[in-house]
Each structure stands twice: as C-alpha cells, then as structure tokens.
C-alpha cells in the first residue's frame, strides 16, 4: 500500500514539471521572436521617421528622435524631382518582363527534370544548382563585352536577359522539388485519354504547382526590385533607369537632400512591402510544398 501511494505522490510531480519546462520554453520563444520582429520592424520605423525630418534635424545628429514638424514636402519633392513614376514605370516593367521570363523557364526545365526519365536530367540539374553559386559581380565585365558586340547595351534587354539568368536558378530548385511530388497516375489517366505532353504541362502540372510558382513570383519581385549593380552598369539613360536611381536626384556637388532621400526610400519600398504582406502566407506554403514533400 505504502508503494501504491508513493508512485501516486510521484506523478503530479512529473506532471507540474512537465508544464514548467513547456513554460519555460514558450516564455523564450517568445522573447526570441519579439527580439527577431524588432530586429526587422525597426530599420522601416526609423525609415519612415527618417524621411518626415528636415535637414538639419538629421544633421544635428537626432537619430532616434521623431520629428519635431513632420516635412511632407518631402515627399512631395521625392515624387516631383525623383521622377518617381517614371523610375516606378520602368521597375515594373523590368520586374514583370522577368518574372514571366523567370517562370516559363523554370517551369519547363522543372517538368522535365522531375517528370521525364532521361540520362541527362541530374546533370542538368547539377548545372542549375551550380549557376546559384556564381555572384552576380563576376560577370558584370563579360556580359558588357556581349552586350556591346550584339548592339543591346542601355537597354532593357541588358539588364532583363541577366535577371532571368540568375533567378531561373532558384525557382528550378523550387519547382522541380515540388513537381516531383505529384504522382504519376494522373499523367498516365491523361496519357491512357489521349494527351499530349505539352497537355500534360499545361493541364495538370501548372495548375497543381501554382503555391511554389507563387513565391517563385514574389521571390523574384523582391529580388530584381531594388537591384542597382546591374542596373547602374547596364544603363546609362536618364529614360530607361529603375527606381534606385532615383535617389541620386537629391545628390548634387554641394547638397544633399536627405529627407526627401528618406521618403523616396519609403514611396520604392512601399510596393514590396505591400505584396510581400499580401502574399506572405503564399511564400511559406509554396516553400513548405517543394522542401518537405519533394
């Protein structure tokens, strides 16, 4: 009887430790994600307090303190002497162009990497994860040589055909990891009923990979949205220059702009944060989809 009791007495004990150690550790996931939600919160709040303040606020050194009269002149002047729409026009268009680009590519290349059963699949494969590997600054040289001889520099053409190069990479290592993953009865039923392959592709296989060619879509956008490297290299008229250029509207010999920098920094990041928040639940499920079934 006495061991009866005592093997009941252990129990709740086991049970109350259990709940503190559980506890325990929501208590320092939480600390650890507020810490992580500051971390990436505050470089846009002190963005946006930044491009309310006046020049001499930020000279004065006044870095964390918000302003003292809000200077929405600011950006007015970033939309009227940034040239704003215009940068923005030309932004999206680079951006839409690549993406579509980006995805026809990838997709192809993902079908028949995952779907076909060919000698060469896995070193084609081999090939693209490679092309993840090579920075961006190392061809800067070689393709403006290209770029010259064929008659396409400072155009869109120079900065588009490089994006795609080095996206198409990553949505091939997405997508091919997730179309794996579809079973291959459904091609042999649509087989058995007379499709074809680009049927197949076009009737089954796109309208099922539609979560990772989702974040396909947003990983490019960010990507391509903010680059400058290329941009800055490729380009050199005033007519064809993408959003980041245009802070160099507020730079002159003897001044600078800062405020109106600060809020032409906001007004460009403002359509990236935007669809990010929009679609983020998109970027993990179609990250998830292609990671931990493929």
């Known amino acids: 009887m006495s061991q009866s009791i005592g093997a009941g007495a252990i129990k709740p004990q086991a049970r109350v430790r259990g709940k503190r150690s559980f506890s325990i550790g929501k208590i320092v996931s939480y600390i650890l994600f507020g810490i992580l939600l500051v971390t990436q919160l505050y470089p846009l709040l002190w963005l946006a307090i930044y491009s309310l303040k006046s020049n001499e606020e930020i000279l004065s050194g006044s870095f964390f303190a918000l302003p003292a009269s809000p200077q929405w002149v600011n950006f007015t002047n970033a939309v009227e002497s940034g040239n704003y729409f215009k940068y923005l026009y030309n932004s999206l268009f680079v951006t839409t162009i690549t993406m579509v680009g980006v995805l026809l590519l990838a997709s192809l290349v993902s079908f028949a990497i995952s779907r076909f059963r060919w000698k060469y699949g896995q070193a084609v494969m081999l090939i693209f994860l490679i092309g993840m590997m090579i920075p961006m600054q190392a061809t800067l040289l070689p393709l403006m040589l290209i770029f010259k001889n064929i008659h396409i520099l400072n155009t869109h053409a120079s900065i588009i055909l490089p994006y795609i190069a080095f ?80 802070v160099n509207s507020f730079v002159s010999q003897y001044s600078v702009n800062y405020g109106a920098i600060g809020a032409f920094l906001v007004l460009g990041a403002l359509p990236v944060i935007i669809i990010y928040f929009l679609l983020a639940d998109k970027i993990t499920k179609g990250m998830v989809a292609g990671a931990v079934k493929g």
Not at 194 to 204: H, K, P, T
Request: aromatic share 12%; proline share 8%.
């Open 167 to 246: 996206q198409t990479p990553i949505a091939v290592f997405i997508l091919s990891g997730f179309m794996r993953t579809i079973p291959h009865e459904i091609e042999e039923s649509a087989v058995v009923d007379g499709a074809g392959v680009f049927r197949i592709f076009w009737n089954i296989i796109l309208p099922v990979s539609i979560p990772p060619m989702m974040t396909v879509c947003i990983l490019t956008f960010i990507n391509i949205w903010n680059e400058y490297i290329l941009a800055s290299t490729f380009i050199s008229s005033e007519a064809l220059k993408t959003l980041p250029f245009g």
